[in-house]
């Protein structure tokens, strides 16, 4: 089954969020003590960027929730989102120091504690949180928000640390196991190219390099590709 209703392109003409929010309204006061309906409204309002008024609602919801409902795994992740969007980084890692404790298995909770020490500038923990990523691997269906929590994202995230610590070459490593986690991706071709341009003067090996990464770099789309990369790289 295809459902395209939540779509932005089909959200935007029929206007689903004006709908949505009155009628979640009148059933939040004909039941104001139902955290599901709270969760519901909620997550309108995140989707419409009210980001604090969401967070409120979530938090009620979870006063409320009894944790061994379904949603309620989706709720925890929807707070750490919304303390990650307002810098409440504290309060979110506690949350998700939480959630990890109730569901042990959901890696998303830990990538998200990983990307706050990232923006805290605690490299080491952050490191430490997506080794931590990919030993969990990905969750079960259930406790899945984010694809690839388990292993493209903690494996991107640690490329850019190294790189941003002038670790080129480590940092390169990563990138090309994100790459082969996720070969479709190839934004990360420019990453390692990047990675190794400086980390060697032999720029015909970086030449070398990246070209093996193609299946064939005779067709077009690939040489197109390739020469962008090098272009970015100033390897005229």
């Known amino acids: 089954v295809y459902h395209y209703g939540y779509l932005n392109n089909v959200v935007n003409a029929k206007e689903k969020r004006?709908?949505?929010?009155?009628?979640?309204?009148?059933?939040?006061?004909?039941?104001?003590?139902?955290?599901?309906?709270?969760?519901?409204?909620?997550?309108?309002?995140?989707?419409?960027?009210?980001?604090?008024?969401?967070?409120?609602?979530?938090?009620k919801a979870y006063e409320?929730?009894?944790k061994n409902q379904s949603f309620t795994p989706h709720l925890y992740f929807r707070i750490i989102a919304c303390l990650y969007d307002l810098n409440k980084f504290e309060q979110a890692v506690k949350t998700a120091d939480e959630g990890l404790h109730i569901y042990p298995k959901c890696t998303d909770f830990e990538f998200y504690k990983g990307l706050i020490y990232y923006r805290k500038n605690l490299h080491l923990m952050a490191v430490e949180t997506f080794n931590r990523c990919l030993e969990m691997g990905e969750p079960p269906t259930e406790l899945r928000f984010i694809n690839g929590c388990g292993n493209v994202r903690p494996l991107l995230c640690l490329g850019e640390i190294y790189y941003a610590n002038q670790c080129y070459q480590k940092s390169a490593e990563y990138f090309i196991k994100a790459l082969n986690a996720d070969n479709a991706n190839i934004s990360i071709l420019y990453k390692i190219a990047q990675a190794l341009n400086k980390s060697t003067n032999n720029k015909s090996y970086v030449l070398k390099f990246i070209s093996s990464l193609f299946a064939d770099i005779t067709h077009h789309p690939n040489a197109i590709v390739l020469a962008d990369i090098l272009i970015q790289q100033e390897l005229y």
């Open 18 to 59: 004006a709908r949505n929010i009155p009628i979640l309204l009148k059933q939040l006061e004909q039941n104001p003590d139902n955290s599901f309906n709270m969760f519901n409204l909620a997550n309108e309002y995140m989707a419409q960027k009210r980001i604090d008024e969401a967070l409120s609602l979530y938090m």
């Open 64 to 66: 409320k929730a009894d």
